[in-house]
Structure formats: C-alpha cells, structure tokens
C-alpha cells in the first residue's frame, strides 16, 4: 500500500524561499512518481510539479516554471519541492501525490493519475 508523509510548508514573505518535502513508501523500488498539486482559496486544484523517477524527467506548470524545482533524494523514494521568488498568488494548501509506475510526463501533473495523496500542507505568501 502506497503512502506519502509530506513536511515544510509556514508563512513566508514575497520573494522569499521554502522547501517542500514528500516520502513515499510501498511504491515499486525503480519505477515510481511523486507529483505536487495545490489548491488556493477559491481555485481548483491545481498541478504543479512531478519527478518521474524511473528517468529522473520532471515537469512544472506554467505558473511555477523558473521559480520551483523539483528532485530527488539520492537513496530515497523523497522528493523536494524547492519554491523560489514565492508570490502571494502561490499561497495554497499544498499536496503531495505519489504513485508506482510511469505515467506519461504530459499527465505526470494530472490529479487522475493519483491514488495515495498527503494530508496537504498549508503554504502562505505575505508581508
């Protein structure tokens, strides 16, 4: 059985950085994927990134491409989710997703190619 454990997350203020961890357990040892979604007040949820690990490809949204990145950690089914130049419009509950296998990388940030999702943690942008 899959499950995710995500951490990070707190106020932060416009410009400034945080990181974003998730742990994923019970996926196949070399072919899992583990995505980041949002959802902000009002707003849909929203995908925002994905690491691929079986060939290490990742993929961003629009709106965070340039400003976030996503890897892995050697060793580890955990990825973090490096979030740069943070913007008011970034805050948002924040959650992790993981799955074994490899979805195509153009649906690697699609909710529906997700079972197991994390509790969600809550990002906040502002002075």
């Known amino acids: 059985q899959v499950q995710v454990v995500e951490s990070g997350g707190g106020l932060i203020p416009p410009g400034g950085s945080l990181r974003l961890s998730c742990t994923a357990s019970?996926?196949?040892?070399?072919?899992?994927?583990i995505a980041w979604f949002r959802r902000a007040p009002g707003k849909e949820r929203e995908g925002v990134s994905c690491f691929r690990n079986s060939d290490g490809s990742t993929s961003y949204s629009q709106s965070v491409r340039g400003r976030f990145t996503i890897s892995k950690e050697n060793g580890k089914t955990t990825v973090h989710l490096q979030m740069n130049s943070l913007k008011p419009e970034d805050t948002a509950v924040y959650y992790c997703?993981?799955?074994?296998?490899?979805?195509?990388?153009?649906?690697?940030?699609?909710?529906?190619?997700?079972?197991?999702w994390g509790q969600g943690t809550q990002v906040t942008v502002s002075s």
């Open positions: 019970g996926v196949t040892s070399n072919g899992w994927t």
């Open positions: 997703a993981a799955r074994s296998g490899r979805p195509a990388l153009s649906a690697c940030i699609s909710p529906e190619m997700y079972d197991t």
